[in-house]
Structures are given as C-alpha cells and as structure tokens.
C-alpha cells in the first residue's frame, strides 16, 4: 500500500517532477560565487551586466545538469535505494524515467555550453576550457567508469569549481584579467561549498558505506567528517582577515562576519546529527554561503 508521501508524489504534474529533480534549494550555493566574482568586477571597475548575466545563468545550468547527472547515474549504479536519507531522487522514486533524466541533463548542459560560447566570444579562449572541464567534471561527479565523487575526491573538485572556477571565471569574463583579489575571493566560497558537501557525506555515511562508495567520510569516519566541517566554514571566515592584513581587500569584507550567528545552529547539528536530520543542516548551509556570499560581495564594492 502507498503511503501517504508516496501518494502525495505520484500526483505531482510533470511540471512540478521537473522542478523536484532540478533541486532548486541548491541553486543559492551556485548562484553566491558569481555575485561575489561580480562585485570583484565592480570593484575593478570592470563590470559589464552582460557577461555577467550569462555567467550566472550559466552557473545554475550547470548546477541543474549536476543534479541531474547525480540523479540518474546513482540510480544506474545502484547507490540510490529506498533506504536513502536524502531528498527525494526522481528517477529511484519512479517519477521520472532514466532516458528522460538524461536527455533533461543532456539539454540543461547544452543550454549553458550556448552560453558558454558567448562568454568565450566575449572573453577568449580560457572561458571555453572552463566550461568544458566543467560540464565533465559535473557529469564524472557520478558517471563514467571511475566516478570522482565515489574516490573521496568531492570536496576538492567542489572547491576548484564552486570557489576557483566560478569566482575568477565570472571576474574574467567581466575584466579579461585576473586579479588578486578575485583568487582570494574565491577561497571563502570554495570552502562554503565544500562544507554543504560534507554535510551530505556525513549524512550518508552509512548508506555510502553499505553501496562501496568511498567518500573521505566513509574513508575517515563520522568524527574526522564534522572537524573537516568545522574547518572549511572556520577557514571561511579567517580569509577575510586574512585579505585585509595583507592588503589585498578593505576591512570592509569582515561584513561577512555578520552572518556567524548563522554558524553555532549549524555547529551544534553537525557535532550531535546524524541521518535525515541532517537535511535541514544541508539546507542552512546552504543559506549560510548565500547570506555571507552577498553580504561579501557588498564588503568588497564598498573596498
């Protein structure tokens, strides 16, 4: 017998299946580094609201088709089953097909390569070999023969594109140049991005565990897993200072540390959590990047 959530999915319009695999709430987490390599550009006296646009447009493509990619390549490899903790996945619970899945992941990342070859018309040739290492790196997250996501290596190729890539990329395509300050911006951003992942690898440590995956979670153990937590949203924090010491940013970027209530919410949960209630510590990390990456980005104009 359904029940009651089952119900309540299986009366879902297509519509509405779409918007559940394209996973809005983490759309914050993509959309905050390109405001924060555009206030770089403001900054710079560099900014032109075109590329920029197309540089965050293209950032929440991507991170759609990386939900998507996700979607459907755990449920081929198996590693999505009832037992999974985490929002709901479309094509596990049936709502979707695989080859529908796939052929919405194959258009969102054709939509944002479009955008990419306007970027690359408007900046060079760099933009291009960002854009394609990105739609790669998004699609071996869990795809192909030798999934990243499954070695242990998430967080640092989630550093690389959600800090490195998507602050100094949306900088570049603005000033066709990089700058000090656009790198260092980067930073805060990278490890706020790599945290909302370790939060769903804490989250899934057991379920990880049981399907082979091999997560630095998995690999380290559920202690080793919240300080690696701890640190990445500390060293968010510390970069600031760091930036103003040396010179490279005005004191105005320590705006950021108005948003550390945030943080001892968050805290507690990872050091006491474990299972779905991490969900909701996922979510408010994920608010926790938006909210420190806008009040960075204002730190940075007002500099």
Known sequence: ?????SQSLSTLTPFQRWVLAARPRTLPAAAAPVIVGTAAAIQAGAFRLGPALAALLAALLLQIGANLANDVFDYKKGVDTEERLG???????GLLAPHQVLTG??????????????????????VLVIGV?????AIAYTGGPFPYGYRGFGELFVFL?????????????????????????AMPMGFL?????????????ETDRASGRKTLSVRFGRGWTRREYLVFVGAAYFAPLIMWLDGVASPWVLLTWLSLPLVPRLARSILTEKGRPLNQTLAGTGQLELVYG???????ILG
């Open 87 to 93: 929002p709901v996945r479309v094509t596990q619970a």
């Open 294 to 300: 806008i009040l960075f980005s204002i730190g940075i």
């Open 161 to 185: 594109f959600f800090g490195l890539a998507a602050v100094c990329g949306t900088f570049y395509v603005q000033a066709r140049q990089l700058i000090p300050l656009a790198v260092w911006a």
């Open 193 to 205: 991005a790599s945290a909302i992942l370790v939060v769903n690898n804490l989250r899934d440590l």
């Open 133 to 137: 290492l990105a739609i790669l790196a």
């Open 1 to 5: 017998m359904d029940t009651p959530a």
């Open 105 to 126: 992941m194959w258009v969102t990342f054709g939509t944002a390569a479009l955008l990419g070859v306007y970027l690359t018309l408007t900046a060079g040739w760099p």
